[in-house]
């Protein structure tokens, strides 16, 4: 079974904190997602990762940036928090080709900025 | 952009009931499509999926799904609902523009309790 797990449940940080999502994966998947989900929204797409290094603008990346040094690992980087990111945050991974689409996640990161 | 629409936001239906969750995509070339199931305090599972072929999918837990391309429509349905159905379901579609790593585009959700 693909694994996708995410280093906290539950964050609570602080206005201006920089914060730190991990989220790592054992399937050596070529792609990673960062979304986030909020009440009658659904989950909105943040950035994407398609190689070590390489990644792209979802739909809503503003104040967020990511990392990808590792294959096994994309991490979501909040360089300074504000309250309007207090969130659901779930991380997604999936292997390449077509055949490939369906997206794996993990449990999800509960962010709450005060 | 493509964009996904989802009728109802909130269901609520007695045991036995069937069950039928609306989903409507604005894209009109190649599509993959999805209805993802997320439980209360679990996270996001995938009931079904559509890539091409038979436009009638089947899943787990004997929820289906159709695909009428000339509706732009992939509504899920089942049957017979269960308690343990009630769940936030979530349908998603993935442009088939030519490769890509670029993510699902998810409908709002529809939040459906089962009453026993």
């Known amino acids: 079974d693909v694994k996708v797990t995410q280093s906290s449940r539950y964050l609570v940080k602080r206005t201006g904190e920089k914060v730190f999502l991990e989220c790592v994966q054992d399937?050596?998947?070529?792609?990673m997602f960062w979304y986030r989900q909020d009440p009658g929204l659904g989950l909105r797409l943040i950035y994407f990762?398609?190689?070590?290094?390489?990644?792209e603008k979802g739909d809503i990346p503003e104040g967020y940036s990511v990392s990808r040094e590792k294959k096994e690992r994309f991490s979501l980087i909040l360089e300074s928090a504000s309250t309007n990111q207090t969130s659901m945050y779930l991380c997604?991974?999936?292997?390449?080709?077509?055949?490939?689409?369906?997206?794996?996640f993990g449990p999800g990161t509960r962010l709450t900025v005060t | 952009a493509q964009s996904v629409s989802q009728h109802n936001h909130h269901v609520i239906l007695s045991e036995a009931a069937s069950l039928e969750l609306g989903c409507n995509y604005s894209?009109?070339?190649?599509?993959?499509l999805f209805w993802y199931v997320q439980y209360p305090g679990q996270h996001l599972q995938l009931l079904l999926k559509?890539?091409?072929?038979?436009?009638l999918v089947k899943g787990i837990k004997g929820f289906e799904a159709e695909f009428i391309k000339s509706k732009f429509s992939f509504n899920l349905r089942k049957p017979s609902v269960q308690w343990s159905d009630t769940a936030e379901y979530f349908c998603?579609?993935?442009?088939?523009?030519?490769?890509?790593?670029?993510?699902?585009?998810f409908g709002k959700g529809t939040h459906l309790i089962i009453q026993p």
């Open positions: 997604a991974s999936r292997g390449a080709g077509a055949s490939s689409y369906e997206q794996y």
């Open positions: 399937m050596d998947h070529e792609n």
């Open positions: 990762s398609y190689d070590v290094k390489m990644k």
């Open positions: 894209y009109g070339g190649t599509v993959n």
């Open positions: 559509y890539f091409s072929g038979d436009p």
């Open positions: 998603a579609v993935k442009v088939r523009s030519g490769g890509g790593a670029d993510g699902l585009t």
